[in-house]
T-cell receptor, first 111, second 113 residues
Framework: DQQVKQNSPSLSVQEGRISILNCDYTNSMFDYFLWYKKYPAEGPTFLISISSIKDKNEDGRFTVFLNKSAKHLSLHIVPSQPGDSAVYFCALNTGANNLFFGTGTRLTVIP | NAGVTQTPKFQVLKTGQSMTLQCAQDMNHNSMYWYRQDPGMGLRLIYYSASEGTTDKGEVPNGYNVSRLNKREFSLRLESAAPSQTSVYFC????????????FGSGTRLTVV
C-alpha cells in the first residue's frame, strides 16, 4: 500500500508561471517532509524541507506548504525556469531510518 | 567534489549470476543507504547502515545482502540475480541517523536477463 502518492505523473508549465506539485500521504506519523529533484542519469538532490510544526517554508523561488489535517504537501516554484525541468519526488520521514518516496512528477517548463 | 560515488554505472547480468554494487562517500557521513527505483514507484529502501559496523533491513531486502566495509564504503550484493531485480539502484548517505537531507550517488542501472 503506497503511503505517499503523487497523483500527477507529469506537469507542463510556461516559463515565468507558477509550478505547483502535489503530494498526499496516509500515515499521520510522518513528521518531516522533503522535496527532491532529479535530472536524467543523476541521483536525486535535496531541494527543500519542512517539519511538521510548520505549515510553510520558503527558499528563494521554492516554497513548500504543509496541510497536516488534509495530509497534503505541495511545492510551489515561481517563477518557473526551463532549468527546473526535472522529476520531483516528495519524501517523508517518521524519524526512523527510512525516507518514504512518492512516485514522482515530471515537470516540463516550456520556454 | 565527489560526494557519493557508485560503480558500475551500467550492468547486464544473466539470471543466477552474482555481482556487487559498490558505493563510497567522502563526506565523513555516518549513515548510508541503498535504494532501488522502479517505473511507477518511488524509491524504496533495500538496506541501510546507521553507523559503521551496523546494517539493517529496509522495505525490500529480499535477494540482497550488504556490507559496511568501513565508514566510507557500503556495498550491495546480489547473490543470484533475478529479472525482478532489474532496476536503478541508488546509494545515499547522511551525516547522522535522522538527518534528512540525503546525498545520493548517480545510480547503477542493472538489467537481469
Amino acid at each position: 500500500d503506497q503511503q505517499v502518492k503523487q497523483n500527477s505523473p507529469s506537469l507542463s508549465v510556461q516559463e515565468g508561471r507558477i509550478s505547483i506539485l502535489n503530494c498526499d500521504y496516509t500515515n499521520s506519523m510522518f513528521d518531516y517532509f522533503l522535496w527532491y529533484k532529479k535530472y536524467p542519469a543523476e541521483g536525486p538532490t535535496f531541494l527543500i524541507s519542512i517539519s511538521s510544526i510548520k505549515d510553510k517554508n520558503e527558499d528563494g523561488r521554492f516554497t513548500v506548504f504543509l496541510n497536516k489535517s488534509a495530509k497534503h504537501l505541495s511545492l510551489h516554484i515561481v517563477p518557473s525556469q526551463p532549468g527546473d525541468s526535472a522529476v520531483y519526488f516528495c519524501a517523508l520521514n517518521t524519524g526512523a531510518n527510512n525516507l518514504f518516496f512518492g512516485t514522482g512528477t515530471r515537470l516540463t517548463v516550456i520556454p | 567534489n565527489a560526494g557519493v560515488t557508485q560503480t558500475p554505472k551500467f550492468q547486464v547480468l544473466k539470471t543466477g549470476q552474482s555481482m556487487t554494487l559498490q558505493c563510497a562517500q567522502d563526506m565523513n557521513h555516518n549513515s548510508m543507504y541503498w535504494y532501488r527505483q522502479d517505473p511507477g514507484m518511488g524509491l524504496r529502501l533495500i538496506y541501510y547502515s546507521a553507523s559503521e559496523g551496523t546494517t539493517d533491513k529496509g522495505e525490500v531486502p529480499n535477494g540482497y545482502n550488504v556490507s559496511r566495509l568501513n565508514k566510507r564504503e557500503f556495498s550491495l550484493r546480489l547473490e543470484s540475480a533475478a529479472p525482478s531485480q532489474t532496476s536503478v539502484y541508488f546509494c545515499a548517505s547522511s551525516s547522522r541517523k535522522g538527518s534528512y537531507g540525503y546525498t545520493f550517488g548517480s545510480g547503477t542501472r542493472l538489467t537481469v536477463v
